[in-house]
């Protein structure tokens, strides 16, 4: 019980940097969410344990304990997946207060996140790679920024990410 406790503790810990990440990268999704908090959904993916998800302004947290929600997303991982590079909400997932998870949706999806950013800061650049390699050949969405600054200034942040990565494996190493 100890240990689960623990988890619990760290997984709420994560759950609570993770939306001060989104917040610092969009002040659009901060005001939104002060907007509708506090909410508890259910998040209910096929084949693995229910997940209850609390958004407050001050602190959120993850529980696996059945408790009351305002909405129901019931989906396969790969929906889930989908929706969240996609952007495209499939309303037959939403059971509940489906007022409520549209709001929320669109506070995240209108907030501009950079998907692949967070990849890249969480799990390093190459996974980063690898997720925008797989979201363009499955979603056939190749994502072309034309003004030709944007894409200089996001070469030379992949770039600067890449010489980090080398200089931490020479530095553990």
């Known amino acids: ?6 988890i619990m503790i760290n997984t709420n810990k994560a ?16 005001n939104s969410i002060k907007e509708i908090a506090p909410l508890t959904f259910l998040l209910n993916i096929k084949g693995h344990k229910d997940v209850y998800i609390t958004i407050n302004e001050e602190s959120s947290n993850i529980s696996f304990s059945e408790q009351s929600c305002d909405f129901e997303i019931r989906a396969s991982l790969i929906d889930v997946l989908k929706l969240a590079i996609s952007g495209k909400l499939n309303k037959g997932l939403i059971y509940g207060n489906g007022e409520i998870a549209i709001v929320l949706f669109n506070a995240i999806h209108k907030s501009n996140i950079d998907l692949i950013y967070l990849i890249d800061k969480y799990f390093g650049s190459l996974p980063a790679v690898f997720t925008y390699t797989i979201v363009k050949k499955v979603f056939k969405s ?15 942040l992949r770039d600067i990410a890449i010489r980090l990565d080398r200089l931490e494996v020479l530095k553990s190493s």
């Open 1 to 6: 019980m100890q240990f689960i406790l623990v």
């Open 15 to 30: 759950l609570n940097r993770l939306i001060e990440d989104l917040k610092d990268s969009s002040p659009n999704l901060e």
């Open 142 to 156: 190749s994502e072309i920024y034309q003004d030709k600054n944007y894409r200089d200034i996001r070469k030379r």
